[in-house]
């Protein structure tokens, strides 16, 4: 046992390393890959100039923010994912679990019905991270002080078919119907006609919930002996359970808000990453982010590749790959108690 854990340790900043390989090469596509015809070359001018042609103003207004968005969005969803499987110790929790995305995709859905988000451009990722704000404080009245993943799990599902329920409830009583399809189109996800705005909105919340997120990896790494064993090791699950919350609400809360519903990212990317970490959640906090900043980054490019006449929605092609694995994922677990 000391063996293979002195090796995981040793493979971990191979693995980092290769993931990192990948995230730069995903952001590069995503900056050079898209309907406008323009060489690599052209953008490296436009990088290093001050020239304000077509290429540039792709670049810095289109492209830029876009796979910016893409990193801390995909990062966002790997991080939350491996942190509240290992929390929860259900190899099939992800971040919607807990009812922010639901509650933060409501918010947004809000702001386009009553019309904010026609007056002013930041009134939807405002109504999004409201929405999960006020989603995390139901779900902490609920789960009140019991510890308990089974209380925790069902407080979330209670705030999600709820948020759900009253999201359909706004598509129903649209009266404008380029409304009700522009909400379903949000709620799609999607990475595309983002601007720095959104990125500066964002990033101070996806940064800060991403901060809080790290700070619980040693206590993770003691849950797995147990609840009593991380409590005599002197970790108070409260407190983690408290920081887990409040971290999965800032950044995901913020990156649905400005990004819209992208799921199955933090199910699927954990679950790759596991056994090369050695099911240590420490080690797989950090995989599992930039695992997900690779695999979105990478799916936004493949929408553009596979529709550019009419972008297929990132959150349509992650659920494409992410409910087939889910459904392999069930199957194995049925097949342990068999």
């Given at each position: 046992m000391g063996k293979e854990h002195n090796l995981i340790l040793i493979g971990m900043p191979v693995l980092l390393s290769a993931l990192t390989v990948l995230v730069i090469i995903a952001f590069v596509a995503s900056l050079v890959v898209g309907p406008a015809s323009?060489?690599?070359?052209?953008?490296?001018?436009?990088?290093?100039?001050?020239?304000?042609?077509?290429?540039?103003?792709?670049?810095?207004?289109?492209?830029?923010?876009?796979?910016?968005?893409?990193?801390?969005?995909?990062?966002?969803?790997?991080?939350?994912?491996?942190?509240?499987?290992?929390?929860?110790?259900n190899p099939l929790a992800e971040p919607g679990i807990i009812g922010v995305s639901a509650s933060a995709s409501l918010g947004a859905v809000i702001a386009f019905y009553f019309g904010l988000a026609g007056l002013f451009a930041l009134a939807l990722p405002l109504g999004g991270m409201l929405g999960a704000g006020l989603g995390v404080m139901v779900i902490q009245l609920l789960a009140g002080r019991s510890n308990s993943p089974l209380t925790f799990i069902l407080a979330g599902v209670a705030v999600t078919s709820f948020a759900a329920a009253l999201t359909s409830l706004a598509l129903n009583m649209a009266e404008n119907p380029f409304a009700a399809l522009e909400i379903m189109f949000w709620l799609m996800g999607s990475l595309a006609d983002r601007s720095f705005e959104h990125v500066w909105l964002s990033a101070p919340f996806i940064l800060l919930g991403c901060i809080a997120l790290m700070t619980i990896a040693r206590p993770l790494d003691a849950l797995t002996l147990g609840e009593e064993a991380a409590q005599t090791?002197?970790?108070?699950?409260?407190?983690?359970?408290?920081?887990?919350?409040?971290?999965?609400?800032?950044?995901?809360?913020?990156?649905?808000?400005?990004?819209?519903?992208?799921?199955?990212?933090?199910?699927?990317?954990?679950?790759?990453?596991?056994?090369?970490?050695?099911?240590?959640?420490?080690?797989?906090?950090?995989?599992?982010?930039?695992?997900?900043?690779?695999l979105t980054l990478t799916a936004d490019v493949v929408v553009r590749l596979v529709s550019p006449g009419r972008e297929l929605k990132i959150g349509v092609l992650t659920a494409l790959i992410g409910a087939p694995f889910f459904l392999y994922l069930v199957l194995r677990q049925r097949r342990k108690f068999l």
């Open positions: 323009i060489n690599p070359l052209e953008f490296l001018g436009a990088v290093i100039s001050d020239d304000a042609g077509t290429a540039s103003l792709i670049f810095f207004e289109i492209r830029l923010p876009r796979a910016i968005l893409g990193l801390m969005v995909g990062a966002t969803l790997g991080l939350t994912g491996a942190a509240l499987q290992g929390f929860l110790r090791m002197g970790f108070d699950m409260g407190k983690v359970r408290r920081r887990l919350v409040f971290g999965t609400a800032l950044s995901v809360g913020a990156a649905t808000s400005v990004a819209g519903a992208i799921g199955f990212v933090g199910l699927v990317v954990p679950h790759l990453l596991r056994r090369l970490t050695g099911n240590r959640p420490s080690l797989l906090l950090p995989a599992s982010m930039l695992g997900g900043a690779a």
